[in-house]
């Protein structure tokens, strides 16, 4: 999914929250501009995201507010499980015995 969006150009939005606009360094014309652009950009990657999901996952997480919000809560959700997986495949590789007495065919 990262990748299509970059492909997209969305990518961005991903790494960059809302952008900050101090007051009075930034005249109120810009400001608009800036958050009205991220806005245009946020909604069409939050949805992209969310269109990849299934219809149960998609209920769960479209009251995500943004697409980083969105993007941070599946990262954090999938690749903790993904880290598990891989840490039984390695303990359990760790763990593996030969034995003299049965066949190396049938140890695996």
């Given amino acids: 999914m990262l990748s299509y969006l970059t492909m997209l150009n969305l990518a961005k939005i ?25 806005k245009h950009l946020d909604f069409p990657c939050q949805n992209y995201i969310l269109n990849g999901l299934s219809d149960v996952l998609y209920e769960v997480y ?5 697409a ?18 891989k840490k039984f495949l390695v303990v359990k590789f760790l763990n593996f015995v030969m034995l003299d007495s049965k066949l190396v065919v049938n140890q695996v």
């Fill in 68 to 85: 980083k919000e969105l993007w941070t809560s599946l990262d954090h959700k999938y690749k903790a499980e993904d880290a598990g997986t």
């Fill in 14 to 38: 991903l790494k960059d929250g809302p952008p900050s606009v101090k007051e009075g360094k930034v005249d109120e014309v810009t400001a608009s501009t800036t958050i009205e652009t991220w």
């Fill in 62 to 66: 479209s009251v995500k507010k943004t």
